[in-house]
């Protein structure tokens, strides 16, 4: 199973890394008659970010100040983890918070190919069973990998209801 999860990550992160606008699509549009649409699959940020249908992420971050110590973190041990971003744009709570793990990434100065996003539909299934390999069962799910190995993760809002901080720590365990 080990080397599945490693094969899985390395063929996400070399996917991510190759991904441009200019290639073709590696997610799907859905339609969705509660939201205007959602994706499912590879995306990357700016198919989000760049979209005025998901005109929650702004909203999400209007009020936020990027998490000093996540950010911190994150620089300390750039080049030493890749993410696995689980999300549903349909879901509140990733409507939420990922909006706030991508503003920290980004102030850390932390390129997009150390970290791939994984679009979920409703059923919070993926393209290629990507769920089922990494036993995903809620979103967001943020998965922080070590030379390809799951060191940990933090589903929704964590356990304390801070998920920004206990990432902050899992980073700093590296």
Partial sequence: MKRTLVFF???????????????????????????KKLLMGIVALQDIKGDTCFAWYPAALKYYKPNAALVKAFKEKAGQFSLLIFTGTWCHDSQQITPKYFACLEAAGIPETAYTIVATDRHKTTIAHLHSVFQVVNVPTIIVLKNGKEVGRIEEYGKTGLPDQELAGLMQSL
Wanted: hydrophobic content about 50%; aromatic content about 4%.
């Fill in 9 to 35: 990550a390395v063929v996400l992160l070399a996917m991510q890394a190759t991904h441009t606008h200019a290639q073709q699509k590696l997610f799907e549009v859905l339609p969705d008659s509660a939201e």
